[in-house]
Nanobody, 126 residues
């Protein structure tokens, strides 16, 4: 099994930045792609960004492209999400996810991931 713990969320003003972290523990050798999803109140959980095991391949939702950067440090079993130019519509609970299946493309759906964290809240004030 794999455990994922997110951190770094908080309250930030519009235009500000946050860096989210997700630390993995357990059978981390089973982890391949990792991703961030987010869920706003009353809405579905949506893909934000994903990264391959090597870090050479990344994918972003159109809503955050150009404002977000996903990265990972496999030595620390940690994936990061740097969010800049934050907007009120970025307010959501942000989840980290990990997959134990090798794919040719970064999965953009929840079903592509097998392990999930509990989430970290990001609130952007206008």
């Amino acid at each position: 099994q794999v455990q994922l713990v997110e951190s770094g969320g908080g309250l930030v003003q519009a235009g500000g930045s946050l860096r989210l972290s997700c630390a993995a523990s357990g059978r981390t050798s089973n982890i391949f792609d990792m991703a961030w999803f987010r869920q706003a109140p009353g809405k579905e959980r949506d893909f934000v960004a994903g990264i391959s095991r090597s870090g050479s391949t990344t994918a972003y939702a159109d809503s955050v492209k150009g404002r977000a950067t996903i990265s990972r440090d496999n030595a620390k079993n940690t994936v990061y999400l740097q969010m800049n130019s934050l907007r009120p519509e970025d307010t959501a609970l942000y989840f980290c996810a990990a997959s134990y299946i090798v794919r040719s493309n970064i999965g953009r759906y929840e079903s592509a991931y097998h392990f999930w964290g509990q989430g970290t809240q990001v609130t952007v004030s206008s």
